[in-house]
């Protein structure tokens, strides 16, 4: 069992000490700001709040200060212990990225239980960063608390999307058509994609409308080509045509419908087809997960047959294989993890399944049918005596149609705060599908995606 045990106030002794080791991380200090209500950027990870340039990351003092009363309450004495006085002097600062060390001493006994600690934190170099004295009571009888009773908690932060931004950034950036960029948020996006060197804009669409949209942001437009063409579907061909040219390297969804941005896209003559199926892969920063999660596919191919799901798991290998992932493991979902003809999406996991042991897909492993507990959740899977080197640690997940692919997307985006950047893959060019729901972290995202993945086409 994972639990403290107290020391009682018979049982305590002139002298007695304990320590607890804590790493600050730079979530610990984000959980003190929403706790505390203290947003002093000083003390926020990625802020810099004196102006010198650079994030500060400080420990919060009373931060510091609540590794002390953790001793106190878990160790010495333990569950039971409540706090009468704490004096502190502060030394020096901690910071995101520091071990410290909280110790306490037991330097006298008084009566009513009245216990007083001699306290300190110090750095893991042994240099202190705070000191003072603890009074508390401390427990009459024995006690114990399981530390399975606390619920875990998850920051809302998107670590793997910073991720794949950094590694795009130093890329040369992507001569990039932006069809009908015509709204705030579409030419916002591309602006600021633009801004971290992520693509190259050429926006074509209707020139009054773009300018009046820059206008709105405030957002020069200076240096960024403009192509005046104000109907949609010419303009989706005119960017599809820049890209045969070789003067685009991808397409970029505007102020318009998919399916005019894709249409020219999907024509046998001068559009931009390959041998392999069109399909959509979001992208997947998801709070409390250790890795980019891609769901595939959810906004293209409606009802796949089994050859048209060859094709997409093998678009989202390739991608996964661009955004540094070796050996993706891909999750083939249905309702269930067994095979039955009454659910006829269990049939075609089995099949992939096959035919990635045949080497027909390749690059990743493939494993299904698997419901979505077992495909994401080691525990779940165990549980089920499910054997896989996927089962639980999917880095994708095959939906059997669009609508399942488009739930769990939007379950994932709008339920468990993940952001969700995406791509179209399978033509000549990646094709950046954004949604006036996106925030710029989301369109960021989407554009370092891209890019790596047209780094990897230009490498191939």
């Not at 991380?25 to 010198?52: E, Q, T, W």
């Not at 024509?267 to 891609?294: E, I, Q, Y």
Request: glycine share 8%; proline share 6%.
């Amino acid at each position: 069992m994972n639990a403290y045990t107290n020391t009682t106030w018979d049982e305590l002794q002139i002298g007695a000490e304990a320590r607890l080791e804590r790493l600050c991380v730079a979530d610990d200090l984000y959980v003190f700001a929403h706790a505390s209500g203290n947003l002093n950027p000083m003390h926020l990870p990625k802020i810099d709040g004196d102006g010198d340039g650079a994030p500060e990351a400080v420990a919060p003092s009373m931060w510091i200060a609540s590794l002390i009363s953790a001793v106190l309450g878990n160790i010495l004495p333990g569950p039971g212990t409540l706090y009468r006085n704490q004096s502190l002097h502060f030394l020096d600062r901690a910071h995101a990225g520091d071990k410290l060390i909280a110790r306490v001493r037991l330097i006298e006994k008084r009566p009513d239980r009245l216990a007083r600690f001699e306290t300190w934190v110090e750095r893991g170099d042994g240099t202190k960063v705070a000191e003072g004295v603890a009074e508390v009571v401390a427990p009459a009888g024995k006690e114990t608390f399981d530390l399975d009773d606390v619920p875990g908690l998850t920051v809302q932060r998107h670590v793997h999307f910073d991720r794949l931004i950094a590694l795009a950034e130093p890329l040369p950036p992507i001569p990039t058509a932006v069809i009908a960029p015509e709204g705030e948020n579409s030419l916002g996006g591309a602006l600021l994609a633009a801004k971290h060197t992520l693509i190259a804009p050429i926006l074509v669409g209707d020139q009054a409308k773009i300018e009046a949209a820059a206008i709105a942001i405030g957002e020069p437009l200076s240096g960024v080509q403009i192509i005046h063409i104000p109907d949609h579907d010419a303009a989706a061909a005119h960017g599809v045509a820049l890209v045969a040219e070789g003067r685009a390297k991808a397409l970029m969804k505007g102020r318009l419908h998919t399916d005019q941005l894709l249409a020219p896209v999907l024509k046998r003559d001068g559009g931009l087809r390959t041998a392999r199926r069109l399909s959509h892969v979001f992208v997947m920063d998801v709070p409390g997960l250790n890795h980019l999660l891609l769901v595939t596919d959810a906004a293209i191919n409606i009802a796949p047959s089994l050859e048209d799901k060859v094709d997409i798991i093998q678009n989202a290998i390739g991608l996964a294989h661009a955004l540094g992932v070796e050996q993706p493991k891909v999750a083939v979902l249905s309702a269930v993890e067994t095979v039955t003809p009454r659910i006829p999406s269990t049939l075609d996991a089995a099949a992939l399944t096959e035919m990635a042991a045949q080497g027909r897909i390749t690059g990743g492993l493939v494993d299904g049918p698997l419901a979505m507990d077992n495909a994401v959740d080691l525990d779940a899977a165990r549980a089920k005596g499910i054997k896989s080197l996927v089962a639980g640690r999917a880095d994708i997940l095959v939906a059997p149609n669009l609508e399942a692919g488009n739930i769990l997307a939007k379950e994932l985006t709008f339920i468990s705060h993940a952001e969700a950047g995406g791509v179209a893959l399978g033509a000549q060019c990646p094709i950046i599908l954004t949604s006036r729901a996106d925030d710029d972290k989301a369109r960021l995202a989407s554009c370092a995606v891209a890019a790596l993945y047209a780094e990897t086409i230009k490498r191939a």
